[in-house]
Antibody
Framework: QVQMQQSGPGLVKPSETLSLICGVS?????????WGWIRQPPGKGLEWIGS???????SYNPSLKSRVTISLDTSKNEYSLRLNSVTAADTAMYYC??????WGQGTLVTVSS | QAVVTQEPSLTVSPGGTVTLTCGSS?????????PYWFQQKPGQAPRTLIY???NKHSWTPARFSGSLLGGKAALTLSGAQPEDEADYYC?????????FGGGTKVTVL
């Protein structure tokens, strides 16, 4: 069974970079699946941020593409999200997801000075 | 980027049947959009119910089923239980990017 464990700061200052990590256990990230990130602003719906496949090819939401990077760290069996130049509009619960089936616990990230 | 549409809210009686739909502004939804369905209860992370149109995970209750119906993806709940009251989201893929619908709030009443 694939398990996802998220880590990263819950508070980021405006204009800085949001960085989150998703540690994966029970499955090698190089074996298959798509490794993705989804967010949900407070009281709102889900938004697909992007995903990366097991060989490192990434796809991003066009509305975020200029600010987002998703990458694999195969040595640690984890993958990461970086979102730069954040504003208050980026305040949301962020989830890592494996092939849209296995979800992390979520990290509430607040953008505030 | 396509706009994905879902009914804002639906009500179903206990034991009854309800069908949620997921449409695309670009035209008919097909299996090539790889429709997924998710359930989210208050304060919880979403849970995946259906993937690739009609496939269930091991944890998906048998009363949920996915299909294509009238040019849309559909999620049917047959024999609704009180614990099925939740928000339901679909996602469609096009050109490698995913787009979520706005979600459907299902009330069991």
């Amino acid at each position: 069974q694939v398990q996802m464990q998220q880590s990263g700061p819950g508070l980021v200052k405006p204009s800085e970079t949001l960085s989150l990590i998703c540690g994966v256990s029970g499955y090698s990230i190089t074996s298959g699946y798509h490794w993705g990130w989804i967010r949900q602003p407070p009281g709102k719906g889900l938004e697909w941020i992007g995903s990366i496949n097991h060989v490192g090819s990434a796809s991003y939401n066009p509305s975020l593409k200029s600010r987002v990077t998703i990458s694999l760290d195969t040595s640690k069996n984890e993958y990461s999200l970086r979102l730069n130049s954040v504003t208050a509009a980026d305040t949301a619960m962020y989830y890592c997801v494996a092939s849209l089936g296995y979800w992390g616990q979520g990290t509430l990230v607040t953008v505030s000075s | 980027q396509a706009v994905v549409t879902q009914e804002p809210s639906l009500t179903v009686s206990p034991g009854g049947t309800v069908t949620l739909t997921c449409g695309s502004s670009t035209g008919s939804v097909t299996s090539g959009h790889y429709p997924y369905w998710f359930q989210q209860k208050p304060g919880q992370a979403p849970r995946t119910l259906i993937y690739d149109t009609n496939n269930k995970h091991s944890w998906t209750p048998a009363r949920f089923s996915g299909s294509l119906l009238g040019g849309k993806a559909a999620l049917t709940l047959s024999g609704a239980q009180p614990e099925d009251e939740a928000d339901y989201y679909c996602i469609l893929y096009s050109g490698g990017a995913g787009v979520f619908g706005g979600g459907t709030k299902v009330t069991v009443l």
